[in-house]
């Protein structure tokens, strides 16, 4: 079988760089990063705080536009889309899920998670938006705002809206990194479920050294640039690999 029969990869980065800033502040955040995420993978970005991991994974997502390179999702290049057409192809493709939660507090948990369908013309955006709330166990929280829920179950709000569109690729940024431990094991379950159940790729950046050792790919990001990447390792040398996690965190 050739190359021209296979899929497109889920995510492929070709020689992105990307730096923040102006003038003296401005920072080389990404340099020359070449990766390819095959659907259905689930990867772990790790690094230092400021390795670039997060921006990675915004660049990937469509949320940050590098300086160079090409970045394509499920075959589509996304360099020349505006920004109008960049929005609705990230709204049918990926999923996302942040730290700091961002639910509007003005919406109820249903409306919050109806938000992306509505945006799509989904007609029944409230229908499908009750089924994510009770497949994250907040059925009966449907009517509650977000300053009336707890951390966690915010965050469980947060996954039902990334996955409400029924998008193939899910990226978290530090997905557990304002809970508790125990909570925060339960949204690592809802996102490996997910995956699981829905098929989905899975991209999530943490300093949970338990979380990336979930995931069957780990790439590690150091000074702006791949340090090492576990992608076609016998299963011991990755499991090396995910238990030296923690010496980056």
Do not use: W
């Not at 760089?17 to 993978?41: E, M, N, P, W, Y």
């Not at 992306?116 to 013309?121: S, Y």
């Not at 899910?170 to 479920?193: K, R, S, Y």
């Amino acid at each position: 079988m050739n190359d021209a029969s296979l899929p497109p990869p889920a995510l492929k980065l070709s020689g992105v760089d990307l730096s923040l800033g102006a003038g003296a502040a401005r920072v080389h955040v990404l340099k020359d990063i070449f990766v390819q995420i095959t659907a259905g993978q689930t990867v772990g970005l790790v690094g230092p705080s400021g390795s670039g991991k997060s921006t990675l994974l915004m660049v990937m997502a469509g949320l940050e536009r590098p300086d160079k390179g090409r970045v394509e999702v499920a075959g589509t290049d996304l360099t020349p889309l505006s920004e109008d057409a960049l929005a609705r192809f990230r709204g049918r493709h990926i999923g996302i899920v942040f730290q700091s939660f961002h639910l509007i507090p003005t919406m109820t948990a249903l409306e919050n998670v109806a938000v992306p369908l509505e945006l799509a013309g989904r007609a029944d955006a409230f229908a499908r938006a009750a089924r994510e709330l009770e497949a994250v166990g907040l059925g009966h929280r449907a009517t509650h705002y977000p300053a009336q829920l707890s951390g966690g179950e915010q965050q469980r709000v947060a996954v039902a809206r990334a996955l409400a569109p029924e998008p193939p690729i899910l990226v978290a940024d530090e997905p557990t990194g304002n809970l508790d431990e125990a909570t925060g094991q339960q949204i690592m379950d809802l996102l490996f479920a997910a995956h699981r159940d829905r098929g989905t790729t899975l991209v999530l950046v943490t300093h949970d050294t338990g979380l990336a050792a979930r995931c069957g790919r780990v790439i590690q990001v150091r000074s702006g640039v791949i340090a090492h990447d576990s992608a076609g390792e016998d299963p011991a040398a990755d499991a090396a690999a995910q238990a030296a996690i923690g010496a980056l965190a």
